[in-house]
């Protein structure tokens, strides 16, 4: 019997996640499953529930089921339509509401997700043990879905969209920031394709902005941010001769670079520059144990767990200002406690307007980095569980140490980590070395160790200056 089949009657909501809620539609997440997750989110917070989506056809479906269901049980929803995640957590905070932004961010199509937001504007943590238990109540509840007393809202539907409330996001992300570089943008159809061309113009950019237009595919293209994805907004960089290129992730809240040449930049000189004009003196960078270990040769680093709750929470405890996952997400203190790929590409702009220095002269500063990344995919995350323990009892001894999130191998050629996906049913491999060669010495080893472990995907990055 397949597992969601077993979940679906037992309850067990394995699509729950540490930070967020990821499955196949409809397969893992169908109408009765939304359905039983609207009976938990309208217990969740209080007045109007907001609701965002990304572009994808699946998210649309997603938030028509989930309206319904959270009006049925009384709750007044207010739909915002397609827009960046971090837009929805701003809209949270902006109107005391809590937001539901619906998308799965970076996954391939076919996949749909949920991300919550408080109050506060910041995202969920412990609210999805909650969630988990309520629909857990509501799967194993025999009464139908009533219509219930609804909640009062502290703003009608007519003042929350009448309200303009995107300038006031604008206004959020560009504040007291003013840059008059040439930026080529590309969010490849995805929710930030509109809102980060308008917020680079409103600090004096000039923008070239490609495919614009809200794509549900993204124009067949993929919506992950990495190095072999940037190749057309490289050649444009180039041929505008523009200052810099970004492009997005599918729901906007990561975001990567190349500089003036077209080369492709890395988050740890990203986040190294951010560091360095942002943070106060003796505050750590926080990075995420899948970040090159070059950041501990450059700043003060304290090391965190792969995810966003994670990373908030030790930029807490250590006092930090600027902390980064190695996916390309983003974390300034000064602006609240969402990643925002928006954000980050006007921030940068302003940093190097000030300091007028071009990215690829401080991406040189910063030094090589020499890495691939791999991940292994399996059908479920039993079975994704099940590799990992096999990988961690084939390095066990005096090579192989346990991290924040993961395990670290020591190798003569360089540096090993391996670890679980918090989102996807995925075993994820980092190889880092201070030689090129290396690396794909490291990647032979890791071959000739693991070579029963076929991927049905892989996704190969070497990377270095």
């Given at each position: 019997?397949?597992?969601?089949?077993?979940?679906?009657?037992?309850?067990?909501?394995?699509?729950i996640g540490v930070y967020d809620i990821r499955g196949r539609f409809?397969?893992?997440?169908?109408?009765?499953?939304?359905?039983?997750?609207?009976?938990?989110?309208?217990?969740?917070?209080?007045?109007?529930?907001?609701?965002?989506?990304?572009?994808?056809?699946?998210?649309?479906?997603?938030?028509?089921?989930?309206?319904?269901?959270?009006?049925?049980?009384?709750?007044?929803?207010?739909?915002?339509?397609?827009?960046?995640?971090?837009?929805?957590?701003?809209?949270?905070?902006?109107?005391?509401?809590?937001?539901?932004?619906?998308?799965?961010?970076?996954?391939?199509?076919?996949?749909?997700?949920?991300?919550?937001?408080?109050?506060?504007?910041?995202?969920?943590?412990?609210?999805?043990?909650?969630?988990?238990?309520?629909?857990?109540?509501?799967?194993?509840?025999?009464?139908?879905?009533?219509?219930?007393?609804?909640?009062?809202?502290?703003?009608?539907?007519?003042?929350?969209?009448?309200?303009?409330?995107?300038?006031?996001?604008?206004?959020h992300v560009t504040q007291n920031l003013s840059s008059s570089l040439?930026?080529?943008?590309?969010?490849?159809?995805?929710?930030?394709?509109?809102?980060?061309?308008?917020?680079?113009?409103k600090m004096g950019a000039r923008v070239v902005a490609l495919h614009?237009?809200?794509?549900?595919?993204?124009?067949?293209?993929?919506?992950?941010?990495?190095?072999?994805?940037?190749?057309?907004?490289?050649?444009?960089?180039?041929?505008?001769?523009?200052?810099?290129?970004?492009?997005?992730?599918?729901?906007?809240?990561?975001?990567?670079?190349?500089?003036?040449?077209?080369?492709?930049?890395?988050?740890?000189?990203?986040?190294?520059?951010?560091?360095?004009?942002?943070?106060?003196?003796?505050?750590?960078?926080?990075?995420?144990?899948?970040?090159?270990?070059?950041?501990?040769?450059?700043?003060?680093?304290?090391?965190?767990?792969?995810?966003?709750?994670?990373?908030?929470?030790?930029?807490?405890?250590?006092?930090?200002?600027?902390?980064?996952?190695?996916?390309?997400?983003?974390?300034?203190?000064?602006?609240?406690?969402?990643?925002?790929?928006?954000?980050?590409?006007?921030?940068?702009?302003?940093?190097?307007?000030?300091?007028?220095?071009?990215?690829?002269?401080?991406?040189?500063?910063?030094?090589?980095?020499?890495?691939?990344?791999?991940?292994?995919?399996?059908?479920?995350?039993?079975?994704?569980?099940?590799?990992?323990?096999?990988?961690?009892?084939?390095?066990?001894?005096?090579?192989?140490?346990?991290?924040?999130?993961?395990?670290?191998?020591?190798?003569?050629?360089?540096?090993?980590?391996?670890?679980?996906?918090?989102?996807?049913?995925?075993?994820?491999?980092?190889?880092?070395?201070?030689?090129?060669?290396?690396?794909?010495?490291?990647?032979?080893?890791?071959?000739?160790?693991?070579?029963?472990?076929?991927?049905?995907?892989?996704?190969?990055?070497?990377?270095?200056?």
């Amino acid at each position: 019997m397949p597992a969601n089949i077993r979940d679906r009657k037992s309850g067990r909501a394995a699509f729950i996640g540490v930070y967020d809620i990821r499955g196949r539609f409809p397969s893992d997440i169908g109408p009765v499953e939304i359905d039983h997750l609207a009976a938990a989110f309208a217990e969740i917070g209080t007045g109007a529930m907001l609701v965002g989506r990304d572009v994808r056809k699946e998210s649309a479906k997603v938030e028509q089921l989930l309206v319904r269901g959270l009006r049925a049980r009384g709750r007044s929803v207010i739909a915002l339509g397609v827009q960046p995640t971090p837009a929805v957590g701003f809209a949270a905070a902006h109107f005391e509401c809590t937001a539901l932004a619906l998308t799965p961010s970076h996954n391939r199509l076919g996949y749909v997700g949920i991300k919550g937001f408080g109050s506060s504007g910041e995202q969920f943590s412990r609210e999805w043990e909650k969630v988990r238990r309520l629909y857990r109540q509501s799967v194993e509840s025999t009464r139908p879905a009533l219509p219930g007393r609804r909640r009062p809202s502290p703003h009608p539907r007519r003042a929350i969209l009448e309200h303009g409330w995107i300038e006031s996001y604008l206004e959020h992300v560009t504040q007291n920031l003013s840059s008059s570089l040439s930026i080529v943008t590309d969010a490849r159809g995805g929710a930030a394709a509109q809102v980060a061309p308008r917020a680079l113009r409103k600090m004096g950019a000039r923008v070239v902005a490609l495919h614009s237009r809200f794509s549900p595919d993204f124009y067949g293209l993929s919506p992950e941010p990495t190095r072999e994805n940037v190749r057309g907004l490289a050649r444009t960089v180039r041929a505008e001769r523009a200052d810099f290129g970004v492009t997005f992730d599918g729901d906007g809240d990561r975001a990567a670079f190349v500089d003036e040449r077209g080369r492709w930049t890395e988050p740890e000189v990203i986040a190294t520059l951010f560091y360095r004009y942002l943070s106060p003196s003796g505050q750590p960078l926080v990075a995420t144990v899948d970040a090159s270990y070059r950041c501990e040769e450059i700043v003060p680093t304290v090391r965190s767990r792969v995810g966003a709750r994670f990373v908030e929470a030790t930029m807490r405890r250590s006092g930090a200002v600027v902390g980064f996952e190695g996916s390309g997400h983003y974390y300034l203190r000064r602006w609240g406690p969402n990643s925002d790929g928006v954000l980050v590409s006007c921030v940068l702009a302003n940093l190097l307007e000030r300091t007028g220095k071009s990215l690829s002269v401080l991406a040189d500063q910063f030094g090589p980095i020499y890495r691939e990344n791999r991940s292994i995919d399996f059908d479920s995350r039993v079975e994704a569980v099940r590799a990992y323990q096999s990988i961690r009892r084939r390095f066990s001894g005096n090579r192989a140490s346990r991290t924040a999130d993961g395990l670290a191998v020591q190798s003569p050629s360089g540096r090993m980590l391996v670890r679980l996906s918090n989102t996807q049913p995925t075993v994820r491999v980092t190889l880092e070395s201070t030689e090129r060669r290396r690396v794909r010495e490291l990647g032979l080893e890791f071959e000739g160790a693991f070579g029963r472990l076929r991927a049905k995907k892989k996704s190969l990055s070497i990377s270095g200056r």
